[in-house]
């Protein structure tokens, strides 16, 4: 019985130990063996635990449940901002375009800061709460972040110009602005009225425009004394005549002169008349044309000549008691001792009478008979004068300033007698002025300039 339970016992014993070789580590640590009192072998095996691990896998299993609702919720939030990032993105590039406006100088107000700030703020905003819930750095984040931190120092930047009062000033220019036109406004509705040519009805000179050079004369600049003009009151078949009379180079003879139908033949040098009065020369630069004829101081006596332009025919007639041959010439201007003018009311001359030393006179000029009319005495003395012309009976006398301006500063008033004060600047082209004649026609007055033709045009006070 023993040896069954014995053999029973090593029979189980030795199942025991090749299933527990099976699985046991070949060290054999885990086995230990022993008989108890009644015999029987008894052993103890420790297995190892090599059992499948459910519990873990069920509790990976939940973990991984909630990893992938915690990951799509990431995901949706990212694909979220990527669509705010996107829109906030084109409101960059619209916020950018109207920096560079502001930039450049264009209008803008405190509205405009205030409306940038606020939206910069907000982009701001959503790009901080992006870097937070991306936990980390991001290079487009970090680059769109830099952009909008730039654009708002930009921003802050053009405010503090505000500060300086930019925009205060440019509500001033604009104020200065509405002022200008204001005034523009004022002084166009106080603008003097157009004058009809050939009338008087205005209260005197008001203005001299500065002078327009029209060109060298024709002979070159070595001539520096004559007189040029137009006629204003040519005979009806001709609708323009252009004269143009240097001296010669003597400053004192005049022997030719020049005749154009158009101020385009006259500028072009073309279609020119040339005339001579070498038979009966003139002498100083006191010629003017008017009516067809030709007017000027007779060589070497005080007699007035008179050319038809079209016959070449000379009328001579005395000029009483005036002085000649440089005696009372006019100052820095040689042998003009009897200066001829044209207003709207004729023919008149300038000069100085033997008995009144030096003082200006003015006699009218009776056309049909070639006698005068009427003489006045002024108080002006004739060589302080540079030229002297008449605007409807009023004469203005001309005195030099400096190299590049004269001034008129007398008036004489031949229908009241009474002398007057005024000071209208002319400008001019070189020192001198050797002739200054007035045309009622187109309100022009006509210069000599040391060679060069001039005009100026010239404005009336209104009544």
Request: one cysteine or more; proline letters at 3%; a neutral charge.
């Amino acid at each position: 019985m023993q040896l069954r339970c014995a053999l029973r016992s090593r029979t189980k014993m030795l199942f025991l130990l090749l299933t527990a070789a099976a699985v046991l580590p070949t060290n054999g640590n885990n086995v230990n063996g022993s008989v108890n009192s009644d015999g029987v072998c008894v052993c103890s095996v420790i297995l190892p635990d090599n059992t499948f691990p459910v519990e873990k896998v069920e509790h990976l299993e939940t973990a991984y449940q909630e990893l992938s609702i915690n990951v799509q919720s990431e995901i949706s939030k990212v694909q979220e901002y990527t669509r705010t990032l996107s829109a906030h993105t084109s409101k960059l590039l619209n916020l950018t375009r109207r920096v560079e406006v502001m930039e450049n100088g264009h209008s803008y107000t405190q509205l405009d800061f205030e409306l940038l700030k606020l939206e910069i703020r907000e982009m701001m905003s959503l790009t901080n709460r992006l870097k937070i819930s991306l936990n980390g750095s991001n290079s487009v984040i970090d680059q769109l972040y830099s952009e909008i931190t730039n654009m708002s120092q930009v921003v802050n930047q053009l405010e503090s110009l505000d500060k300086n009062n930019v925009l205060a000033i440019r509500r001033e220019v604009a104020a200065l602005r509405k002022r200008l036109q204001d005034c523009e406004e004022q002084r166009d509705s106080q603008t003097p009225a157009s004058i009809d040519y050939g009338s008087c009805d205005h209260n005197g000179l008001l203005n001299v425009s500065n002078p327009v050079v029209t060109q060298l004369n024709y002979r070159g600049f070595s001539y520096k004394y004559g007189g040029w003009g137009k006629d204003p009151a040519p005979p009806s078949s001709k609708k323009d005549v252009y004269w143009v009379a240097p001296l010669e180079t003597n400053a004192r003879t005049f022997y030719y002169y020049r005749l154009y139908s158009s101020h385009d033949d006259l500028l072009l040098y073309r279609n020119e008349i040339s005339k001579s009065i070498t038979r009966n020369p003139g002498q100083g630069s006191g010629m003017v044309l008017y009516n067809n004829s030709m007017y000027y101081n007779c060589y070497n006596s005080r007699y007035m000549c008179r050319v038809n332009i079209d016959t070449n025919t000379v009328q001579k007639q005395i000029l009483p008691g005036a002085a000649y041959n440089n005696r009372f010439s006019y100052t820095g201007v040689t042998f003009q001792d009897i200066d001829f003018a044209v207003d709207e009311s004729g023919l008149w001359v300038i000069y100085s009478p033997e008995d009144k030393v030096g003082y200006i006179a003015i006699s009218k000029i009776n056309v049909t008979s070639f006698t005068l009319e009427r003489t006045w005495v002024t108080r002006l003395f004739k060589p302080s004068v540079t030229n002297a012309f008449l605007i409807c009976g009023v004469l203005y006398a001309i005195r030099p300033v400096d190299l590049r301006s004269e001034e008129i500063f007398y008036t004489f008033d031949t229908r009241t007698g009474e002398e007057g004060r005024l000071s209208i600047k002319m400008g001019k082209v070189l020192e001198k002025l050797q002739n200054v004649n007035y045309n009622p026609s187109d309100h022009k007055l006509y210069a000599y300039n040391d060679g060069y033709q001039l005009t100026y045009d010239v404005t009336f006070k209104p009544n």
